[in-house]
T-cell receptor
Framework: SAVISQKPSRDICQRGTSLTIQCQVDSQVTMMFWYRQQPGQSLTLIATANQGSEATYESGFVIDKFPISRPNLTFSTLTVSNMSPEDSSIYLC?????????????FGEGSRLTVL | AQRVTQPEKLLSVFKGAPVELKCNYSYSGSPELFWYVQYSRQRLQLLLRHISRESIKGFTADLNKGETSFHLKKPFAQEEDSAMYYCALRGDSWGKLQFGAGTQVVVTP
């Protein structure tokens, strides 16, 4: 298994500002993902955070808006840039543990952002 | 393109009654299907996966490739089953999951 800590758990932000969300895992993992859950919606994959290289973004998401860092196998950050009210969402970090996970994803508790 | 459909946003059942959450998928290859659950004030967690073919907390789900379905069932619902349930599909890419819209289950005494 894997235990994931996300910070901040919630924040209220002003339009036009940027916020960085941190994700810390208690073990080294190869696969780390960032999801978004807009109000009343399901989870949508933003990108796969790759250690030592640029993140792989899903259709509709771009690096300029959601820059991601992955400096090592236990940590990643997601920045939401130039925020607008439409960015108000829960942002979730998830990982697939390298050993014996058999496809299971583990999730952080999420970071709930409200943009005014 | 892959897609996961959960037609019910809300399912309200009485304690002890059977409950079935519907999930249909669209995928051209051989998918892996999962059910994830989120209890109140807890993080999203895996409930069961089709390859395990096991019963977790009394829940079972059978992958029906002919009907492209992976419905979740429990014969006797309990109050602690009240939660948000997500059906998820993994296609070609390692780790990446496509989630359905989710079904909120409310079990009343």
């Amino acid at each position: 298994s894997a235990v994931i800590s996300q910070k901040p758990s919630r924040d209220i932000c002003q339009r036009g500002t940027s916020l960085t969300i941190q994700c810390q895992v208690d073990s080294q993992v190869t696969m780390m993902f960032w999801y978004r859950q807009q109000p009343g919606q399901s989870l949508t994959l933003i990108a796969t955070a790759n250690q030592g290289s640029e993140a792989t973004y899903e259709s509709g998401f771009v690096i300029d808006k959601f820059p991601i860092s992955r400096p090592n196998l236990t940590f990643s950050t997601l920045t939401v840039s130039n925020m607008s009210p439409e960015d108000s969402s829960i942002y979730l970090c998830s990982v697939e543990a390298d050993q014996g996970a058999n496809g299971e994803l583990f999730f952080g508790e999420g970071s709930r952002l409200t943009v005014l | 393109a892959q897609r996961v459909t959960q037609p019910e946003k809300l399912l309200s059942v009485f304690k002890g009654a059977p409950v079935e959450l519907k999930c249909n998928y669209s995928y051209s290859g051989s998918p892996e299907l999962f059910w994830y659950v989120q209890y109140s004030r807890q993080r999203l967690q895996l409930l069961l996966r089709h390859i395990s073919r096991e019963s977790i907390k009394g829940f079972t789900a059978d992958l029906n490739k002919g009907e492209t379905s992976f419905h979740l069932k429990k014969p006797f619902a309990q109050e602690e089953d009240s939660a948000m349930y997500y059906c998820a599909l993994r296609g070609d890419s390692w780790g990446k999951l496509q989630f359905g819209a989710g079904t909120q289950v409310v079990v009343t005494p």
